[in-house]
């Protein structure tokens, strides 16, 4: 494998990690997240809690759509590669 492979997959699994890091920090945000809220006056602050937490998913979405389309790009890229290098090298 080539010098120039290898980092390309050094690369894509820097990537990748930080897509998963970054998918179960939303997934625990949104475990948080009620559908439906019910509050009376008494419970006001919930409503901002709750608003706050979406702005922080609102927030990630555009990161984790750009990470994951990025890793997914590469990953196309390193096998595409592999398969032309496979299809060039000479027969043993």
Request: aromatic share 8%; proline share 4%.
């Amino acid at each position: 494998m080539s010098p120039s492979m290898v980092w390309l997959l050094v690369v894509w699994s820097v990537l990748t990690a930080v897509l998963v890091v970054l998918l179960i920090y939303r997934s625990t945000l949104v475990m948080h997240e009620d559908d439906q809220l019910f509050l009376g006056e008494a419970e006001a602050h919930l409503e901002k809690e709750q608003h706050d937490l979406m702005l922080k998913v609102d927030r990630l979405t555009p990161y984790l759509r750009l990470l994951g389309a990025s890793s997914v790009l590469l990953i196309l890229v390193i096998a595409g590669i592999f398969v032309y290098q496979g299809i060039t090298a000479p027969p043993y």
